[in-house]
């Protein structure tokens, strides 16, 4: 599945210390141009740690680590409250440090996620942090001009700025903000052989500027503007975050497991990733659908079930990160499970009503399992010989179905048959 045409496109502007869920979306223009992109240089090999004054640093400090070791499990777990308590913690021993305020944005960020970003309710909350992290590592960077710590938060606050403005289509404030952070991005590359935190916006960047013009041919007078990159060297730089990386490990983890599962079709190595993070953070709901969606794929059925369950069960409960778009999933794998596995149609047809509804309230209506439901209804209706059902639902596949699919053509047969 392939993400936005304008979220690829700003992939490689931003430093993109996030996730995105899964969704096949039709391709957008961009408003970005190339007058308005800075070429930059990035190396395509680690920087090796120069005579570099790190004295301050929290991020490289240990027992900072340590501390807030809790805080960030918390926070990935949808342990919002608990995790923020901590973040608050930090702000008031280091008010004029953008740390605090940038883990806290982060926190509001993950508040967001389990929507498909759809969620506007924290949107002020969110930019209110990364603008004081944005005010705080300027501070720091106009005091000391080699001070990268300052520079990876820059980047990174304006690279999470520019994202929720593209996604709210503010495409002025995202591209501004984009340049920005690409700028701070390479400032800040002397210190990757520092810390693996620091490696990880060029590991994308590598990864990316291939990727993207192999698959967007259109953008390749824009990518002149960019440096080379590589692919196999960011995927390679991406596991040592994902694997040694403290702030920035878990966000790495999700998007290695995103490049293999919808980038590079590669569901079977982004398995142990994906296990790895819905057993290590099991009250994430992003994470669980998205485990629950690979096993799917890969004939994993009694994972996927007992995945599926936990969702729903946590749904019901009210649990935070728990909303429409899980049960989405979930709805849908159980109607599949009840259809095919267990031959029971009453409870399946329970199950996919059940999925369209959720589509309904989170807004995917137009594509995935809204579609796939009222397929398996109308097939559901159709052998229970009530034609009239089945119309109804073929119906809507004819209409939010793409004209070149295979379910579109199976509407279209099937409901030209029933007009004889």
Known sequence: MLPRFHYVLLLLLLLPLVSRAQKPNT???????????????????DVAPAAIDTK???????????ELEGAVYNLYNFKYDKAERQFRSLRRR???????????????WWKIMPSNITNKQYDKQFFAYMDTTITKGEAMYKADDKNYEACFFLAAGYGFDGRLHAERHDWRKATVSAKRALDYLDKSKEANGLSPEFLFGQALFNYYAVWIPDN??????????????NKQLGLQQLRNVADNGFYVGPEARVFLMRILLNEEDKPEQAMPLARYLATTYPDNGYFQ???????????????????????????????????????????????YLMQNRYKDNAKAKEYYQRSIVFAEQNGETNYGFYVFSNLELARIADKAKDPQT????????????????EQ?????????????
Not at 304 to 316: A, F, Y
Not at 390 to 405: F, M, Q
Not at 408 to 419: G, N, V
């Open 27 to 45: 391709p957008q223009q961009s408003a970005a141009s190339p007058d308005t992109v800075k070429q930059v240089r990035l190396e395509n090999v």
């Open 56 to 66: 301050g640093w929290l991020l490289l400090d240990k027992d900072i680590q340590t």
């Open 94 to 108: 280091y008010p004029n440090h953008p740390m605090p305020y940038f883990l806290l944005g982060l926190s509001t």
């Open 216 to 229: 967007y041919p259109l953008l390749k007078p824009v990518l002149l503007f960019f440096p080379k990159g």
């Open 289 to 335: 659908r998205i485990y629950a969606n690979i096993c799917f794929r890969q004939g994993e059925l009694r994972e996927c079930e007992r995945v599926s369950r936990d969702i729903l069960d946590k749904l019901n409960r009210g649990l935070p990160g728990y909303e429409a778009n899980s049960g989405r999933y979930a709805t849908f794998f159980m109607g």
């Open 390 to 405: 089945a119309r109804r639902y073929y119906a809507v596949v004819l209409d939010k179905s793409d004209k070149k699919s």
């Open 408 to 420: 579109y053509q199976e509407a279209k047969a099937y409901l030209k048959k029933k007009q004889k």
